[in-house]
C-alpha cells in the first residue's frame, strides 16, 4: 500500500542526546515536510523539501536538523540544541497541488 | 502573507446536532488551494477535502459539506447529524497555487457527546 510511515511512534531521549526520526513515503512525491506540535496546538513547520539534495528551514529549524538523500527519505534529527523538543512530530509528504499527506507522527518524550 | 483563521477554539455539541467549522484566510493570490483535515486522538492528519479558488460550488460528501465563499474569505465545513466518531481535531489550511507555502490554522477541537 502507498502511504508514509515514521518511525518509531513513541521515542524517549535524555538530555543532550541528539536522536533521528525517520519518514519514509512510497507515493513518490518530490516534497516532504517536518511539523512539530505541541499539546493543545497546532502545526508548526519545522523543515521541508521540495527536491532530493535541497531542504529549506520553516519556522522554528534551531535546533533540527534533516537530509534528502533519496526521494523516498526525508529523516529528521532533533539534537541537543533544541531545549525543548518534547512534542509530536509529523511528516508529511506532497506532489503538485493535491495537498499534503501525512504519517502518524512521532511522540518524543525528554527524560 | 498567507494566514488561516480558525476562531472556534473548541466546541462540543450532542450527538446527532450538525455543527459548522469556521475557516477564514488570508491571501494575496488569485489562484489558491483550501483544504480540511481531520486530527483523531491517534495523531494522524486525515486529509477531507481540496478546493481551489476557482471552484466556488459548495460540496457534499456523506454528512460532510464545504461552503466555499470568496467574497468572504471563508471555507466553512459543517457535519450534519454529528456522532462520537466526529470527535477530533479539524484544520483548515491553505496553499498557494504551486503547492509551496503551505499554512495550517491552529485547529478547532470538537466534542460529539453521546
Known amino acids: 500500500d502507498g502511504g508514509i510511515t515514521q518511525s518509531p511512534k513513541y521515542l524517549f531521549r535524555k538530555e543532550g542526546q541528539n536522536v533521528t526520526l525517520s519518514c519514509e513515503q512510497n507515493l513518490n512525491h518530490d516534497a516532504m515536510y517536518w511539523y512539530r506540535q505541541d499539546p493543545g496546538q497546532g502545526l508548526r513547520l519545522i523543515y521541508y523539501?521540495?527536491?532530493?539534495?535541497?531542504?529549506q528551514k520553516g519556522d522554528i529549524a534551531e535546533g533540527y536538523s534533516v537530509s534528502r538523500e533519496k526521494k523516498e527519505s526525508f529523516p529528521l534529527t532533533v539534537t541537543s540544541a533544541q531545549k525543548n523538543p518534547t512534542a509530536f512530530y509529523l511528516c508529511a509528504s506532497s506532489s503538485g497541488l493535491i495537498g499534503q499527506f501525512f504519517g502518524p507522527g512521532t511522540r518524543l518524550t525528554v527524560l | 502573507a498567507q494566514k488561516v483563521t480558525q476562531a472556534q477554539t473548541e466546541i462540543s455539541v450532542v450527538e446527532k446536532e450538525d455543527v459548522t467549522l469556521d475557516c477564514v484566510y488570508e491571501?494575496?493570490?488569485?489562484?489558491?488551494?483550501l483544504f480540511w483535515y481531520k486530527q483523531p486522538p491517534s495523531g494522524e492528519l486525515v486529509f477531507l477535502i481540496r478546493?481551489?479558488?476557482?471552484?466556488?460550488q459548495n460540496e457534499i460528501s456523506g454528512r460532510y459539506s464545504w461552503n466555499f465563499q470568496k467574497s468572504t474569505s471563508s471555507f466553512n465545513f459543517t457535519i450534519t447529524a454529528s456522532q462520537v466518531v466526529d470527535s477530533a481535531v479539524y484544520f483548515c489550511?491553505?496553499?498557494?497555487?504551486?503547492?509551496?507555502?503551505?499554512?495550517f490554522g491552529p485547529g478547532t477541537r470538537l466534542s460529539v457527546l453521546p
Open positions: 523539501s521540495q527536491i532530493v539534495n535541497d531542504f
Open positions: 489550511a491553505l496553499s498557494e497555487a504551486r503547492g509551496q507555502n503551505f499554512v
Open positions: 491571501t494575496r493570490d488569485t489562484t489558491y488551494y
Open positions: 478546493r481551489n479558488s476557482f471552484d466556488e
